[in-house]
């Protein structure tokens, strides 16, 4: 099992910049995928960011140029650093970790953005 931890999230003017990290604890070494989804109101839960070792980091079409992904394996952390930020950004950031078939994720930290 693995637990995850996010923080980072608040309130942020349109154009402004956020950075989420997300502790992971617990069987990190089994991890075979990390990143970071989100879920706005009424909308299902989507990919933004994350690394696999087989498929590198992948970004999606939304957030590309915007966001980067990086990871500190010396402190089991990913981060997800989100500049140039639009009201759509808005939602809850979750967290997620794969290990095998099973999907870890965290609590969730909210981003707003106001315009």
């Known amino acids: 099992q693995v637990q995850l931890v996010e923080s980072g999230g608040g309130l942020v003017q349109a154009g402004g910049s956020l950075r989420l990290s997300c502790a992971a604890s617990?069987?990190?070494?089994?991890?075979?995928?990390i990143g970071w989804f989100r879920q706005a109101p009424g909308k299902q839960r989507e990919l933004v960011a994350g690394?696999?070792?087989?498929?590198?980091?992948r970004y999606a079409d939304s957030v590309k140029g915007r966001f980067t992904f990086s990871r500190d394996n010396t402190k089991n952390t990913v981060y997800l650093q989100m500049n140039s930020l639009k009201p759509e950004d808005t939602a809850v950031y979750y967290c997620?970790?794969?290990?095998?078939?099973?999907?870890?994720w965290g609590q969730g930290t909210q981003v707003t953005v106001s315009s």
């Open positions: 997620n970790a794969l290990i095998k078939t099973i999907d870890y």
């Open positions: 617990g069987d990190t070494f089994s991890i075979n995928a």
């Open positions: 690394f696999s070792s087989g498929s590198g980091i």
